[in-house]
Nanobody, 124 residues
Framework: QVQLVESGGGLVQAGGSLRLACAASGRTGGMNVMGWFRQVPGKEREFVAVILRGGNRIEVADSVKGRFSISRDDAKNIVYLQMNSLKLEDTADYYC?????????????????WGPGTQVTVSS
């Protein structure tokens, strides 16, 4: 089992920046893919970004491309989401995910390990 815990969420003005972090513990050897999804209450979960162990393969949602970047520190078992130029529509709960099969996926059902989430609120 892998345990994931997010941090770094909060309230920020539009145009501002936040950096989310997700620390993993437990059986971290199988975390070949780590990433982020987000969800607004009452709406479906939305893919944000994922990264392969080693960091040489990344996928980012078109809605955040050019504003958000993902990175990971495999030695520390941490994945980051740097969010710049935040918009009102980025307001959501952000969830860290991981999976063992080393293929990037934008399908939330492919991820068996989820963190409890961290809230990001962007104000005008």
């Amino acid at each position: 089992q892998v345990q994931l815990v997010e941090s770094g969420g909060g309230l920020v003005q539009a145009g501002g920046s936040l950096r989310l972090a997700c620390a993993a513990s437990g059986r971290t050897g199988g975390m070949n893919v780590m990433g982020w999804f987000r969800q607004v209450p009452g709406k479906e979960r939305e893919f944000v970004a994922v990264i392969l162990r080693g960091g040489n393969r990344i996928e980012v949602a078109d809605s955040v491309k050019g504003r958000f970047s993902i990175s990971r520190d495999d030695a520390k078992n941490i994945v980051y989401l740097q969010m710049n130029s935040l918009k009102l529509e980025d307001t959501a709960d952000y969830y860290c995910v991981s999976k063992g099969i080393p293929t990037l996926s934008r399908d939330s059902s492919d991820y068996k390990s989820w963190g409890p989430g961290t809230q990001v609120t962007v104000s005008s």
